[in-house]
């Protein structure tokens, strides 16, 4: 495979106007969805790519930890705009992604497997933090729904004397599963039903396929910590939101 360059990337869009006739064809109304897309994804990479450089040829430590706080903060800002009718949204995704990728990261770094390059601290960030706003927002949106659809449940159970978090157990362990549900199901499947992204990139790029695999292990294992640190984290802060310290569930949250 040859180094693919601007000429063989607007050979490619070829398939994009491919898709395009298909949907237009069966008269499938995403056809400007589409072409939007499309050029909204080349710009959008594009400027990532020549912003990657930028700091790749910098390697400024602070730089590195900025582009880490800014994805986290853009990611965060997705997150708490899927979740519905929950106050201080933002600060809880914000807040379960931070402690979910730094801590990931941290340890990555405290145990040598990564050094801190922008090369390496960046891209593994990205996947990392992609991966934790996913959690993030799962998360929240099951504990937010299933506190309001099962307040009749809870109050009778507080009213039985049991603490909040007993009360509300089942509805815990539910959302940071549901969080977490996705990482899951790529464990399991990983290798057999597709390949994941590293791993291609790496074979692709030319590395043997035994390496490719070792790098795709450790990524797969970072990304189920993080994920699991970040449902925890964010079950955590939402369901504090819905008790007060005489647990007692709230009805303004």
Not at 84 to 108: E, Q, W
Not at 124 to 150: F, H, K, Y
Not at 247 to 253: A, I, N, R, T
Request: hydrophobic residues 55%; glycine residues 8%.
């Amino acid at each position: 495979m040859t180094t693919p360059g601007f000429t063989e990337v607007f050979i490619s869009f070829g398939l994009v106007l491919v898709a395009i006739l298909i949907s237009r064809y069966w008269r499938i109304p995403v056809a400007k969805d589409m072409a939007l897309g499309s050029v909204r994804a080349f710009a959008q990479l594009v400027a990532v790519g020549y912003a990657l450089k930028f700091i790749f040829d910098l390697e400024s430590p602070w730089l590195i930890l900025l582009a880490l706080l800014i994805m986290i903060t853009v990611g965060a800002h997705a997150a708490a705009g899927r979740v519905k009718k929950l106050k201080g949204a933002f600060v809880i995704t914000v807040a379960s992604m931070a402690v979910g990728s730094l801590v990931t990261i941290g340890i990555m770094l405290a145990a040598r497997i990564i050094s801190f390059e922008a090369r390496y601290i960046i891209p593994l960030g990205g996947m990392i933090i992609g991966n934790s706003m996913n959690a993030s927002a799962l998360t929240v949106d099951r504990i937010s729904s299933d506190l309001r659809n099962n307040r009749l449940a809870i109050e009778t159970a507080l009213a039985l004397g049991k603490p909040w978090r007993t009360a509300s157990a089942t509805y815990i362990r539910a959302s940071a599963t549901a969080g977490m549900m996705s990482m899951l199901n790529f464990m399991k499947t990983v290798g057999i039903v597709a390949l994941p992204g590293a791993m291609t990139g790496m074979i692709l790029a030319g590395a043997e396929p035994i390496d490719a695999i070792l790098l795709q292990i450790i990524v797969a294992y970072m990304l189920l910590a993080a994920v699991t640190m970040t449902s925890v984290a964010a079950v955590e802060l939402t369901i504090r939101r819905f008790f007060t310290r005489c647990h007692q569930l709230q009805h303004d949250v």
